[in-house]
């Protein structure tokens, strides 16, 4: 079988890449395992060359149909993780493009899966940003209304509609694997909102300044980003009769501060003689006010009785990331 990545050449991309070409099948369309034969990843650039001949890497937009044509064609058994989008802050920038990129690419995705033999499986990489507002509760579920105040969350819930509206219809067997923040990512800082998340570690972690845009006691749900890996597969591998009519998912995840992170970080720096770079406050109102509109809990209960996996604690993330990108 032939499975595609959009968004493959980012941070989770790369890394359930990784994962799937170690674990070699997954369920295909005749619903028995089958082999990866071939791993499309498919991203606007690509930092290095793939060592693996089963994978192939295409350059492009989301938004160009031809191309999500391109990476299914000459297979009669494919499934697609449609990773790829615009971050939160671009899209309050560029609302133009954060439609054509996240909504429309979306929709070319989903008609692809659409129009091919058979039932493909498409896990879709939903937000918690789908949530919001003033009468939002805590936590939100996946019963939860969406009431979205970021245009980065209108375009996630949007997508899963359709995705529950393509199912509806027989079209392609699609599944919502609903994000809470992701940390901790390598690398600098990126436009997200929630990018100071994984940046109060990780500058602490490399010994730099880590320059606090958001309240030190700002709630906020996270979890692990080998926890994430791990779900887009187990989800794409859960027979259909299992799943009902609303395919969107909660991840469960930690309810993490500022301040908790801070402790954290001093307790294991204490016991593994690390020297961390220090928090400091550098608010920023226009970060504050998009981080007040998303959950600050979620109720991952759902998600967690099919087998789902939870995060494990946040010292335990903290490690994950060590050993597999260390200070970088």
């Excluded at 406050?281 to 979620?298: K, L, N, S, Y």
Aim: proline share 7%.
């Amino acid at each position: 079988m032939k499975v595609v990545i959009t968004g493959g050449g980012g941070f989770l991309g790369s890394q359930l890449a990784e994962a799937l070409l170690a674990r070699g099948e997954l369920t295909g369309a005749s619903g028995d395992p089958e082999q990866i034969g071939e791993l499309v990843l498919l991203d606007t650039r690509f930092g290095r060359q793939p060592e693996d001949s089963r994978v192939r890497q295409l350059e492009g937009d989301i938004s160009d149909s031809a191309l999500i044509n391109e990476a299914v064609e000459g297979s009669d058994s494919f499934s697609i993780f449609h990773l790829a989008s615009m971050v939160s802050g671009e899209c309050e920038e560029h609302y133009d493009d954060a439609l054509k990129v996240n909504l429309n690419g979306g929709q070319n995705v989903f008609d692809v899966a659409r129009q091919a033999v058979g039932r493909p499986r498409v896990i879709f990489a939903g937000s918690i940003a789908s949530f919001g507002g003033e009468d939002m509760p805590a936590p939100v579920g996946d019963y939860t209304k969406h009431t979205p105040r970021t245009t980065y969350g209108m375009t996630k819930a949007m997508c899963e509609l359709l995705l529950n509206d393509h199912v509806r219809k027989g079209h392609f067997d699609g599944r919502t694997a609903r994000l809470p923040t992701v940390i901790i990512r390598p690398g600098k800082p990126n436009a997200a909102a929630s990018s100071w998340a994984s940046g109060m570690f990780r500058e602490p972690l490399k010994g730099e300044v880590c320059r606090l845009p958001v309240r030190r006691s700002q709630p906020h749900p996270m979890t692990g980003f080998n926890t994430v890996v791990e779900s887009f597969i187990f989800l794409h591998e859960l027979p259909e009769a299992k799943l009902g009519d609303d395919r969107g998912f909660c991840l469960p995840a930690h309810q993490v501060t500022p301040e908790k992170a801070e402790s954290v970080l001093t307790e294991m720096a204490s016991e593994h003689g690390l020297t961390l770079g220090p928090i400091e406050d550098a608010f920023d109102e226009r970060i504050q006010g998009i981080v007040d509109t998303w959950p600050t809990d979620v109720d991952g209960s759902r998600s967690v009785s099919l087998g789902l996996p939870k995060p494990p604690p946040l010292e335990e993330i903290i490690g994950q990331y060590l050993e597999a990108f260390g200070s970088d």
